[in-house]
């Protein structure tokens, strides 16, 4: 009968621990493991010889109680060690791991010329301390602030390679083994800085966007976004006083995000913007795909276009005596009338088609976090023609980033093959070995090289004699095209221009785009011309494809 009851003693505790194993909370694990202890006691306390009496048995049981506190504490301490380690140690209010990553020597950032954008100062206390040299790039390489705000940008998207948990095992386990400060790895991006600081400087205080990238690969040159933020001021400086620091980087948190400006906002990436007539690149190379168009088709603009009673205006024709338009000309001049009729023939199912061919309702992959760009909010909205006909135009309920903007520039200069865009070329170690790699890729082949060549050359001819004048340069064939989104009546629109160049063997492709900045041949365009043209000139001194 004792045996039965030892074994059942037995089972039930075996019972209570795996229960509370199971249900990952730490009060029912105390109760199960308290709960379990009366049976393991039991089975202690039974294993007391009978015939032992006096002081000896009083030692057995109190042995006994001993065993049982030695049992409990051990499979507590199991539990932490193994199986909640890493819940453990991943708490918010676990100070180890503040004191490890303030600790931690974070991997640098470079440009692609090796120009430092994110460094390192270690003091003599062993605290490492960020800094970010490069105020043009502040954005995009986000900020880092352990004890306070946390990360963002290229700090958060990277984190583990960074900090070196990922990337070298053998560097981390050597660290570990040694009691050393881990040492994360280093980033390598594609940015030209030079490119960089031109494009922050030429958007100055102004709200918008710019992004360049090399067409053929994807590789993004430059990436701007404004109003822009200082990630140095989130940064402790170790060597003053505790309280002010915190203060004053308390005050610059609360600038920073401030929700009006949005300055934590990558407007490159994640602002979403009406593309306006650069959203007739897309609705132009469907109709040439689809061969319901030819740059010579003429259509009928009088100035305005009526769909169903809805009346779209028609103020850029360059003529008002003329009526009728070549398909070519309907771009030069972005004649809205024209390409209302442009978006009917191509029809509703194909505007969807092609716009998700170029990356509209379709995640991009990037290095960074990137907003989804819209066709439509509303179900059925492109089965309306006056709905069909406003979107083709560069209206309706389309939102775009200027990054979808730059990739769809892109994809015409890349013989209609849209390259994967990318930031971080490469990742290496302490040690200068290369353990990440980012390679030029196809993101999807959109319209025919044909196609492609076509629109080429009406881009071309926009910006040589169209609305894209105040984007040429001397001696290079420009293709582009402007945009200029309308908002309302109280609010000027926003300017955009998109192009590549040269138009034979592009280089680098561009989208601007200046919130409320007015009309984008006079305002984005001449921002892309100074763009490039620099960029090309590089080049050429160098001797290179590219600087």
Known sequence: MRGFLRLFAFLSAIALLVYGLLTGSDNIWMLTLYAAMLPIGYI????????????????????????????????????????????????????RNLTTELRTQRGRIFARDGTEIAGRVISPNGRVRRTYPEASTGFLVGYYNPDRFGRSGLEEAYNEYLTGERGDPVERTRATVLHRPPRGNDLILTLDIELQRQADELLGDRRGAIVALDPKTGEVLAMVSKPAFNPAELVRD????????????????????????????????????PPGSTFKTVSAAAALDQGVATPGKRYIDTGMYSVGGFIINDPNRPDEDRTRWTFTEGYQWSLNAVFAQIGLEVKSAGMREYARRFYYERDIPFDLPVTVSQVSRTPGFLSDPAALASTAIGQGQLLSTPLNVALVTATIANDGVMPRPYLVSQIKTPGGRVVYTQSPEPLQNVVSPEVAE??????????????????????????????????????????????????????????????????????????????????????????????
């Open 44 to 95: 202690l306390f039974s294993m007391v010889p009978r015939r032992t009496v006096g002081w000896r048995r009083n030692t057995w049981k109190i042995s006994a109680v001993l065993v049982v506190g030695f049992i409990a504490l051990s499979l507590q301490l199991l539990r932490q060690q193994f199986i909640v380690a890493n819940e453990v140690a991943a708490h918010p209010r676990n100070g």
């Open 238 to 273: 170790p060597s003053r006083p505790f309280a002010e620091e915190q203060e004053r980087i308390t005050e610059a948190w609360e600038r920073i995000n401030n929700v009006r400006d949005a300055r934590l906002v990558n407007r490159a990436t994640q602002g979403l913007y």
């Open 454 to 547: 076509q629109m080429t050359q009406i881009m071309v001819t926009t910006v040589e004699k169209g609305t894209g004048r105040r984007a040429r340069i001397p001696g290079i064939d420009v293709a582009g095209k402007t945009g200029t989104a309308q908002l309302g009546r109280e609010d000027a629109p926003h300017a955009l221009f998109s192009a590549f160049a040269p138009a034979k063997d592009p280089k680098i492709a561009v989208a601007v785009i200046v919130e409320n900045g007015g009309e984008g041949a006079d305002v984005a365009a001449p921002i892309a011309r100074d763009l490039i043209e620099a960029y090309l000139e590089r080049a050429e001194s160098k001797g290179e494809d590219g600087p």
